[in-house]
């Protein structure tokens, strides 16, 4: 009988490597007419950015009125023309609540346009999205997608609904 053995160590440590793409999709849906007063959720797919592994990704969704995601609007930056949507997500497929992408929009048209009131709403307007993606564990590996359209959504005059506590200690 005869034995085989091999000397070599092979290492399989996963290396990290800045990702150099990351691809959000196109909606199905996209030339249909997003109404955001009656759906409760746009949803969104994207590609994970390749980090060398598979990796537990944190996505955060970005909105603007224009192609061009040029700064982001802030206290200290009432200049900026995009928004970054508070809910962060960690899968490739993302539910983006309606009502929170509602209330970025109108924002930035509002900036856009002080002089609007509440008969102006709702409005139709074409919306640019596009995603920031990071690493979970230790926030590395920042990169942003590709920048899709939705040339077709109805905004309504939206709020942040407030969510009243199950308890109230006293």
Known sequence: AFA??????????????????????????VNGTYNLESSDYVVLTCSQ?????TAGVSYE???????EFKSEVAKDNPEGNYITLK??????????????????????????????AEEDFPFMTNAFIRLKA??????????????????????HLAEIP??????LYF
């Open 4 to 29: 085989f053995a091999s000397c070599e160590y092979a290492d399989t440590t996963p290396e990290y490597k800045a990702p150099t793409t990351f691809l959000l999709n196109t909606p199905a849906a």
């Open 49 to 53: 950015p390749d980090y060398g592994y």
């Open 61 to 67: 969704v970005q909105v603007c009125l224009s192609e």
């Open 87 to 116: 809910t962060k997500y960690n899968a490739a497929k993302l539910n983006v609540k309606a009502v929170e992408l509602a209330v970025a929009l109108k924002d930035l048209k509002m900036l856009e346009n002080p002089d609007m």
């Open 134 to 155: 990071r690493l979970t564990s230790n926030g590395m590996g920042v990169i942003e997608s590709n920048v899709i359209e939705l040339p077709s959504v109805k905004v």
């Open 162 to 167: 407030v969510t009243i506590p199950e308890q």
